[in-house]
């Protein structure tokens, strides 16, 4: 049995994370019209976008690992769908707004970890636990302070007293 060998596109992967930020990049701003309806405008941002983020080495890892993902969580959610659609008349009665949240909580969950993984050498001096060196000194000091027993607690203090003000001012009316 004879394999396809594929290997090769793996030297085009920055062209193929430039074209995949330049489309998702170029839907959002048009569909949103954050920057009005000309349609240069937000071709020409999007571009923009897109070489930015590419000549950023990590940037270019970071879409290579979310776009397998991606793809096939949208095709699961393909897959899905036709089932339903084969096995019932409407689909809008099982395609509930909670399952549409799943799939969103999933893609998130698969944003973080391909982050994590990709950007784990560049924050790892920062992380609680870590032994802080290789790391700049000044930024160091910061999250020491941060994660220091003072300050979560007075941040837990803080937490527990706005969400007691909320409860009471929303027993209220």
Same mark, same amino acid.
């Given at each position: 049995?004879?394999?396809?060998?594929?290997?090769?596109?793996?030297?085009?992967?920055?062209?193929?994370?430039?074209?995949?930020?330049?489309?998702?990049?170029?839907?959002?701003?048009?569909?949103?019209?954050?920057?009005?309806?000309?349609?240069?405008?937000?071709?020409?941002?999007?571009?923009?976008?897109?070489?930015?983020?590419?000549?950023?080495?990590?940037?270019?890892? =970071?879409?290579?690992?979310?776009?397998?993902?991606?793809?096939? +969580? !949208? &095709?699961?959610?393909?897959?899905?769908? %036709?089932? #339903?659609?084969?096995?019932?008349?409407?689909?809008?009665?099982?395609?509930?707004?909670?399952?549409?949240?799943?799939?969103?909580?999933?893609?998130?969950?698969?944003?973080?970890?391909?982050?994590?993984?990709?950007?784990?050498?560049?924050?790892?001096?920062?992380?609680?636990?870590?032994?802080?060196?290789?790391?700049?000194?000044?930024?160091?000091?910061?999250?020491?302070?941060? =994660?220091?027993?003072?300050?979560?607690?007075?941040?837990?203090? +803080? !937490? &527990?007293?706005?969400?007691?003000?909320? %409860?009471? #001012?929303?027993?209220?009316?």
């Amino acid at each position: 049995m004879a394999f396809l060998e594929f290997s090769w596109l793996a030297y085009y992967i920055a062209i193929f994370g430039f074209f995949f930020v330049f489309v998702i990049s170029y839907a959002v701003l048009s569909k949103t019209k954050i920057l009005g309806d000309n349609n240069f405008i937000d071709l020409l941002v999007s571009f923009i976008l897109a070489i930015v983020f590419i000549t950023f080495s990590p940037g270019v890892e =970071y879409v290579s690992a979310i776009i397998p993902w991606f793809s096939i +969580l !949208i &095709i699961s959610m393909f897959f899905l769908l %036709v089932i #339903v659609g084969f096995s019932q008349k409407e689909v809008d009665k099982f395609m509930k707004p909670w399952i549409t949240w799943v799939f969103i909580g999933i893609l998130i969950i698969i944003f973080l970890i391909a982050a994590i993984k990709v950007f784990n050498p560049v924050l790892a001096p920062y992380l609680p636990g870590s032994s802080g060196s290789g790391g700049d000194s000044d930024l160091l000091r910061y999250k020491n302070f941060f =994660y220091s027993e003072r300050f979560l607690g007075a941040a837990l203090l +803080l !937490i &527990i007293a706005a969400i007691t003000s909320w %409860v009471l #001012v929303k027993g209220k009316k």
